[in-house]
């Protein structure tokens, strides 16, 4: 892992934590809500499959990273990521995003950074979809949040009960710093109106199974980007990387190369 200092537009310093793996083209893969681990895994499978150089950042606030105060928001994680990846001196970067890092990757794509050449939501939240709500992921425990989250929650999900106690108080501060970014609720109902204003190509991935967004809702999320493809995967839920790995290996390594700029 490497601390990258930036100076971030309107926020100011900022240090990200990045850890970096595989040669070839240039992924940023955000990670949603549980943290870093819900990534870590499928980072290593999919820079050996599609031959990639996958950077996977630590959003400030997890994992016992720093957090400035002035970085608080979903759009302010936006502007670092951009920051990283001209500090990075990146170019034709796929973004791919889960959860709270579709989110992210949302926002992002507004930004318009020459830097990005496609973007991919996997079951993103971020959008208010009238009757297709996202679960209320605050209100609920982690067995819970499991049953929604995954189409074999008992094979997948976690007993916090069993977790050595850094472990646990990681998660805890975790759902702190999410609460922090993703503010009264998990969307903000002006992001769905904005994203008619994305010019780059975009993929919405969904799993079946998925209770925290359903899929009509992540239908909806394509339908608000201009020429978003979807595509939904079955037996999987809100993690896709966890439960179906190589098909969504498939699928994004697929639209990565339908939309290549050949460089």
Do not use: C
Request: proline share 8%.
């Amino acid at each position: 892992m490497i601390v990258h200092s930036l100076t971030v537009p309107g926020i100011g310093a900022v240090e990200v934590t990045v850890t970096e793996r595989g040669a070839g083209r240039p992924v940023l893969l955000l990670h949603g809500g549980g943290g870093p681990f819900t990534v870590e895994s499928w980072a290593d499978r999919f820079a050996g499959a599609e031959h990639a150089r996958v950077f996977t950042p630590i959003h400030p606030g997890f994992n016992g990273t720093p957090r400035p105060e002035g970085l608080d928001t979903i759009g302010g994680l936006a502007i670092t990521y951009a920051a990283l990846l001209e500090a990075l001196d990146l170019e034709d970067v796929t973004v791919v995003g889960n959860s709270i890092g579709g989110w992210i990757t949302a926002e992002l794509a507004l930004l318009n950074s020459p830097r990005v050449s496609r973007y991919v939501l996997v079951d993103a939240v971020g959008i208010v979809v009238d009757g297709h709500p996202v679960a209320d992921f605050f209100s609920l425990t982690m067995a819970e949040v499991a049953k929604l989250s995954y189409h074999d929650p008992a094979t997948y999900g976690i007993d916090p009960a069993e977790l050595a106690p850094p472990v646990r108080e990681a998660m805890a501060g975790n759902r702190l710093a999410l609460g922090v970014y993703s503010g009264a609720g998990m969307g903000d109902p002006t992001l769905a109106g904005r994203l008619s204003a994305v010019t780059g190509p975009a993929l919405v991935v969904w799993g079946e199974a998925d209770r925290i967004g359903d899929p009509d809702y992540g239908r909806a999320y394509a339908a608000a980007i201009p020429g978003a493809d979807f595509v939904l995967i079955p037996q999987s839920g809100h993690l896709p990387q966890i439960e179906t790995p190589d098909a969504l290996i498939k699928i994004i390594g697929e639209f990565a190369g339908t939309h290549a700029t050949g460089m």
